[in-house]
């Protein structure tokens, strides 16, 4: 048996009497005590390398480990067909727009901007995907047709044309909107 076993089993029980969840039955995660490291993280569990957690947890710094945070113990698959995406610890939404295939930091910051990007909340929902399938570019001071297909993933300038067939580049108003997917 594994050190982590023989010392998971009576934590757990220990956790459900006492009323405290710090360690998950499902084994997703784990928190991090005093003298952890990566490598030692990675060495009690099995198939995890250090570079599997740096995939997992984007935005984790080995110098820096804080006690009591949580650090995934498992891959996160795309989420293709994901709305919102629940916030973990050490994610930006950087990160998380890096986990979601054709999603800019743009396009993430235009379907929140609500959310404040220094201060995400562990467990609070990101809106990762419009609710409908067009969506569209307000046109700010300076942009160009050019400079908007540069501003959004996988959009060249004709695909603009071809969602816009009735813009004119040397007329774009600043405030209009251009269908950009």
């Known amino acids: 048996m594994k050190k982590t076993s023989k010392i998971l089993a009576p934590a757990l029980a220990l956790g459900m009497i006492a009323g405290g969840g710090a360690a998950s039955a499902a084994g997703t995660s784990v928190t991090v005590e005093k003298g952890d490291t990566l490598w030692g993280i990675a060495q009690n569990h099995d198939n995890v390398s250090v570079n599997n957690l740096y995939d997992w947890n984007p935005g984790l710094d080995a110098r820096s480990l804080e006690i009591g945070s949580e650090i995934m113990l498992h891959d996160k698959p795309e989420y293709p067909n994901e709305t919102f995406h629940t916030v973990t610890p050490g994610e930006t939404l950087w990160s998380i727009a890096n986990l979601h295939a054709g999603l800019t930091l743009e396009e993430l910051y235009e379907l929140n901007p609500e959310v404040d990007p220094y201060s995400l909340v562990i467990g609070s929902d990101v809106k990762v995907s419009p609710s409908s399938r067009?969506?569209?570019?307000?046109?700010?001071?300076?942009?160009?047709?050019?400079?908007?297909?540069?501003?959004?993933?996988?959009?060249?300038?004709?695909?603009?044309y071809d969602l816009n067939p009735d813009i004119d580049p040397r007329s774009l108003a600043i405030g209009s909107e251009v269908r950009v997917r």
């Open 134 to 160: 067009e969506v569209f570019h307000t046109v700010k001071p300076d942009e160009t047709l050019w400079s908007i297909s540069n501003l959004h993933a996988n959009l060249t300038l004709d695909d603009l």
